[in-house]
């Protein structure tokens, strides 16, 4: 038996997608934690870099790295950057993603091409190349989304279908990487206030039991936990934070 005890105060950790919303909120809450952070960013070098420079302030340890999620070769050089400045992985999160959203019978194919690469090949690049440096005992959180569970509008079918990919995925995947004792778990939010939802937050509010969207330290706080620990017995899990939405 591997075990999973991970001590916090000398273990790295990479979040793909981690200069906006959710995922500068996931990586400063594994900074707080003790984690040193890669994190990885496609076009917002400063937001990036206000990220990392924010916990370096803080006293922990950061780098950000370019690297778009749909290119092997950057996401192999983020891991491989990660893993000289860092040391060795021990959780991985990819949240890197996008959203669009339209009826399937006009839906355009270039946006389905962006779905499908981003959320779900990218999620597959980067778990493949993380993997490799990933310590036993170690942890793959991805991000999906609540919309995998339940049919939110009639415009989101792409999307969906791209997150409901990345639930199979984690399911055979904690199986594959079980006899090293590295867990895999897929946090699935409903609403959460970011770039993402900016303008279609108030005509989500009503339809959400605690009549509130959420908020990336939300998110972030469910990452700490499976980061931590005290999560090594769960994985393979589909993990929904979504006010009540999904019910
Ligand atoms: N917000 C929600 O309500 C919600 C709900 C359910 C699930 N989610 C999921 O949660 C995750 C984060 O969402 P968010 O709302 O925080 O999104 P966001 O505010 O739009 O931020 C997206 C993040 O992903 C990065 N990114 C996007 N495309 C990338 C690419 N090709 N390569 C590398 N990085 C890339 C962005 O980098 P740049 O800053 O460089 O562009 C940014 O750091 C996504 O997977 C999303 O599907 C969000």
Do not use: W
């Amino acid at each position: 038996m591997i075990d999973a005890a991970i001590d916090r105060q000398s273990a790295a950790a990479i979040v793909f997608g981690g200069s906006r919303g959710i995922g500068a909120a996931i990586a400063q809450q594994l900074a707080d934690d003790g984690f040193a952070v890669a994190l990885t960013y496609l076009g917002n070098a400063d937001k990036a870099e206000a990220v990392s420079n924010s916990i370096r302030t803080g006293g922990g340890r950061a780098i950000a790295v370019r690297a778009d999620s749909r290119d092997p070769a950057e996401v192999r050089h983020a891991v491989e950057a990660a893993s000289r400045e860092l040391g060795p992985l021990d959780v991985v999160v990819v949240n890197a993603g996008a959203l669009r959203i339209a009826p399937l019978r006009t839906f355009p194919r270039e946006d389905f091409d962006l779905l499908v690469d981003i959320n779900i090949r990218g999620v597959f690049l980067a778990i493949q190349a993380s993997m490799q440096v990933l310590r036993d005992g170690g942890r793959i959180i991805t991000i999906g989304s609540n919309g995998a569970v339940r049919a939110g509008s009639p415009e989101g079918g792409v999307y969906a279908m791209t997150k409901a990919a990345v639930a199979s995925l984690v399911q055979s995947l904690a199986l594959e990487l079980a006899p090293r004792g590295i867990t895999v778990n897929n946090v699935q939010p409903g609403p959460i206030e970011t770039d993402m939802t900016a303008g279609m937050i108030a005509g989500l509010v009503n339809r959400i039991p605690l009549r509130r969207i959420g908020k990336p330290c939300e998110i972030a706080a469910l990452v700490s936990y499976l980061a931590s620990s005290d999560a090594g017995y769960m994985t393979g899990a589909n993990l929904t934070i979504d006010g009540g939405m999904v019910l």
